[in-house]
Structures are given as structure tokens and as C-alpha cells.
């Protein structure tokens, strides 16, 4: 059957959509098979075919070719649309299982039923393909700087016409706080993802992420955008103040200038694109406690103590400065914080001052007692870092040997000393567990022996405090015992527990 109404169609979409003509071909065959399928009673499967040079089109009824299934007469659970392998080879002798058995029928008119079913199906194929050729434009554009119209806001959240029938969706979370937009504003964002969705937006924009400060300063600063200047890390407070971390590859640059400009104009068009936020830039510093001190800027440290295990580190600030370093709201130390990675607690310098020396005299005495040094011996120790017995028994020699005042001969000696210590102090625990005496409240419980009593106060465990603490693993150590006496008895212990709650 021939159609030029479908050629025209054809055109007349893909002009106006920009869409390629078989996605609308493709349309229109489904739409002329469902409008088949619908004109019989019984549900069968259709395929058309559209010559894509006359229209002409054809239309074949379908059966899947299957296996005979003993569950259904006849061995077909669908008997309109399927069809028996050996019956299917009778018709082609080289058709296997899972292809289709074809036979022309009666094609329907392209009339008004069947081309209002094919524009419901063009339009969600054009819908479908729409949104497919904004994902393959802009999926290589993640990361980049985008600008378009604001279209509608909703709730905060706002639409950005792109052009070409582009949309961008800025959630309100994303936006700048407090920061006033109308319909028709050109608006700049960081394209942070880009979706397939069935429905709703698929670029999504951000104005509050680091990443858009990182971008502007590559767009504002020249050195950046080529690589001379690298920026290593951002941290925004959005809207109120930003910090953000730089570093010159060629000794010759001022990255800080660089990015600051004449007389502040790159940064202060940094600023102004992001509603008068603030910005800091700092110089980024192999030395993380360093780093540290230019990131806090402009308050002034006077003393770092770095804690390796909790990656924290305990700023000492001059009671004149303490509250510029922490910032209103704690927001120059939290912007410190989020750009070099590390947990900063800003301290008061004199009471800092007051706790160390209490330390210091504390740890002085430790080693006056138990290694039998002078106070000269003991203050050295405390003032190159030494902490405890442990350090100086297994701190190598040659780093006790890089220490002025000490020689071959006292090294040795001290790290001597300081191994009888700890093995002494090692013995000394050992005895007090095996002399433990089991506490009453864990001698008369309900479930408890005399003899594993003792036992478990010879391991520590005194009272049914102590028990009560324990999980079933560390009982099963005992001799005896088993998961559920175990249980048990570790449930007996908590019994007081409960009680308090109830009372509570």
C-alpha cells in the first residue's frame, strides 16, 4: 500500500524536531502495527514495513517460534501468536527457535485512526530521542561552566533554558542562599551530572559546589587555564566566604597574585559572579602543618600539635585572635577544616600553654621515677618529644644518638633502663590479675561457681560489673563453658541494667 502522507510526515517531524527520519519511520511502523493488532479480536503479534523511499508499506502477522510445552493443549501457551518448531519449518525449512514466522495480511489505512495513534507514538519517540541527543551534547560537558536564561522557578528551585529546547535544573540546594533571582536573569553554574530520565530534568547545575569557584578562577585566571597555576583544593561557605588552596609549577609565579590581579580584579569577578562571596586564597604547602597555618589565615598560630592517629591537629591562637580564627559560627576554622582534610580545634594559646606544661612536668617525673635519671636527663627527654617508656625502649638509637647532650654509652644505658621498667611494670600486672580476689556481688550470682569465680578475677573480671561487659566469645576462654552458659550468665549480670531503665 502506498502512502506520500507518511513521507510527509516524516519530514515535517523531523524538520521540526531535528530528529533523524528512521527514529519517525520507526514511529510510524509501531503505530500501524498497534492499530493492526487492535483491528482483530484475538491478540496477535504485527510487523510493518515502510519503504523509506515511495511509503509504500506492508504488513506481515508474527508468530514466535517455540518448543512444545506439555503444560498447554497443543503445547502452545499462546496459540494466536506463537507457533510449533516443526510446523514452523514446514513453511521455512531453515527457521529456528525464537524467530519469527511471517505472513502478509490486509494493511490498514494510514487514516485518521492510525495517524492519531502514530503521532502519540512520534511524539514519545521524538521525546525519547530529545532527551537522548541532550545527553550525548552535554555528557562530555560535566565539569564545564554553562549559562542560560532562567525560565520558571518553583519552590526555589529554578529551569534554565539553554537554547535548542534545552532545559538545566538548579535545585534549591544547589543554589546560593538568600540570593535573588527572577525569571529572564542570565545565570552561570557548574554542570555537575547528566541523566537519562523518563521524565523531569537530566542536567543538573550547581551554584553552591567548590567545583564552581575551581571553574571561574580557571576562566578568570589565564595562568590556570593553561596549567601554570594549579589549583589544589576549594571549600565555600556559599554565598558568605570561600577558601581556596594554590600552587605555582614555575618558580617565577606569584600564584596568590596571579589569581588576585590588578588592584583585586580577577578575584573580585570571581566574587561578584557568586553574589559577593568572600574569597580567600591560599598558598598550598607540601608541609601539611604548614598548609594548615596558611589555610586558617588571616588569624596568626603560635603552636601545632599534631595528632597522626585522629588526623587532627590542635591549633594555639593568642587570646586576641580567637575568635577571627574560629570565625562567626565557627566558619573560617570549618572552611580550614574541609580544604586541607584535616580536623582543626582551635585553642586559647595560654591555657594550651598551661596544659602542656602540666603534661610536660608530669611526664618529667614519670622518668625521674621509673628510668632513676636526674631532672636534666628527664627535661631533655620531654623536649625532644619523648612521651613515654615505650618510646625511649624502642625508639632506634641512632635517633637518641642525633640528640646533643647524648652519647653512645647513655643511650644504651636509657633504653636499658626503660625495658626493665615496662618488663617490671609487665610483671607487676601479671600478679596483681592472679592475686585478684573475686568480688562478692560475682561469687554469689545465680549461675556462678567458686572456681570459675576466681578464674575469671584472675583474668580481670572481678565484678558482675565486669561481667556484664563481656561478650560470649570472650567467656568461651573459660574452663567449662559453652555459647549458652555463656549467654546466660552474661545476661544475669546485666540484670541491674534493666532495672535502672525501668525505674528511669
Known amino acids: 500500500m ?14 521540526e524536531k531535528d530528529i533523524e527520519k528512521e527514529i519517525i519511520f520507526q514511529a510510524v511502523e509501531s503505530a500501524l502495527e498497534a492499530a493492526t493488532c487492535k483491528r482483530h479480536e484475538d491478540e496477535i503479534k504485527a510487523r510493518v514495513a ?20 506439555d503444560e498447554f493443549d497443543g503445547g502452545l501457551e499462546f496459540p494466536q501468536m506463537q507457533v510449533l518448531l516443526e510446523e514452523a519449518r514446514k513453511e521455512n525449512p531453515e527457521i529456528e527457535l525464537g524467530e519469527y514466522l511471517e505472513k502478509p495480511i490486509e494493511s490498514v489505512e494510514f487514516g485518521r485512526i492510525a495517524a492519531q495513534t502514530a503521532k502519540q507514538v512520534i511524539i514519545h519517540k521524538v521525546r525519547e530521542a530529545e532527551r537522548r541527543k541532550i545527553v550525548e551534547a552535554y555528557e562530555d560537558r560535566v565539569g564545564e561552566l554553562i549559562t542560560g536564561i532562567v525560565k520558571r522557578i518553583e519552590k526555589g528551585s529554578i529551569y534554565l533554558d539553554l537554547g535548542g529546547h534545552v532545559e538545566a535544573y538548579i535545585a ?4 546560593i542562599p538568600r540570593e535573588a533571582v527572577r525569571i529572564g536573569d542570565r545565570v552561570r553554574g557548574y554542570l555537575k551530572a547528566v541523566r537519562s530520565e523518563p521524565r523531569g530534568p537530566q542536567l543538573f547545575v550547581s551554584r553552591a559546589a567548590p567545583d564552581l569557584l575551581v571553574a571561574l578562577f580557571r576562566l578568570e585566571v589565564p595562568e590556570v587555564g593553561e596549567g601554570l597555576i594549579e589549583i589544589k583544593g576549594a571549600a565555600r561557605d556559599p554565598g ?13 609565579l606569584d600564584p596568590v597574585g596571579a589569581c588576585v590581579g590588578m588592584r583585586g580584579s580577577r578575584v573580585q569577578a570571581v566574587s561578584n559572579e557568586l553574589g559577593g562571596e568572600r574569597i580567600d586564597i591560599i598558598l598550598w604547602h607540601e608541609s601539611e602543618a604548614q598548609f594548615v597555618i596558611n589555610a586558617m589565615s588571616p588569624a596568626e598560630i603560635e603552636s601545632i600539635v599534631i595528632d597522626e592517629d585522629k588526623h587532627s591537629m590542635d591549633l594555639a591562637v593568642n587570646s586576641d585572635n580567637l575568635s577571627q580564627a574560629i570565625g562567626r559560627g565557627g566558619q573560617n576554622v570549618r572552611l580550614a577544616t574541609e580544604l586541607t582534610g584535616w580536623e582543626l580545634n582551635v585553642i586559647d594559646a595560654s591555657k594550651a600553654q598551661e596544659s602542656s606544661g602540666a603534661q610536660a612536668d608530669i611526664t618529667k617525673q614519670l622518668f625521674i621515677d621509673e628510668l632513676g635519671v636526674d631532672e636534666d636527663i628527664a627535661a631533655i627527654l620531654v623536649e625532644v618529644g619523648f612521651d613515654t617508656i615505650e618510646e625511649i625502649a624502642y625508639v632506634p638509637v ?8 647524648f652519647d653512645q654509652e647513655l643511650v644504651e644505658e636509657l633504653k636499658s ?34 572456681a570459675l569465680a576466681y578464674e575469671m578475677a584472675s583474668q580481670g573480671i572481678v565484678t558482675m560489673e565486669d561481667l556484664a561487659e563481656q561478650a ?11 555459647s549458652a552458659r555463656a549467654a546466660k550468665l552474661i545476661m544475669k549480670a546485666r540484670e541491674p541494667w534493666f532495672a535502672e531503665d525501668q525505674s528511669e
Not at 2 to 15: G, P, R, T, W, Y
Not at 472 to 482: A, Q, R, Y
Open 2 to 15: 502506498a502512502n506520500k502522507e507518511i513521507l510527509l510526515v516524516v519530514d515535517v517531524f523531523s524538520n
Open 50 to 69: 515502510i519503504d523509506r523511499k515511495t511509503g509504500d508499506y506492508t504488513t506481515f502477522r508474527r508468530w514466535e517460534v517455540v518448543a512444545a510445552n
Open 172 to 175: 534549591r540546594e544547589d543554589m
Open 240 to 252: 558568605s566566604r570561600a577558601k581556596i588552596a594554590v600552587q605555582a609549577h614555575d618558580p617565577r
Open 398 to 405: 641512632n635517633e637518641m644518638l642525633e640528640i646533643e647532650e
Open 417 to 450: 633502663r626503660a625495658k626493665d621498667a615496662l618488663l617490671i611494670s609487665a610483671i607487676a600486672s601479671e600478679e596483681k590479675i592472679e592475686t585478684a580476689q573475686p568480688a562478692l556481688d560475682l561469687l554469689e550470682m545465680e549461675g556462678m561457681d567458686s
Open 472 to 482: 560470649i566469645d570472650d567467656l568461651l576462654e573459660f574452663t567449662g563453658m559453652d
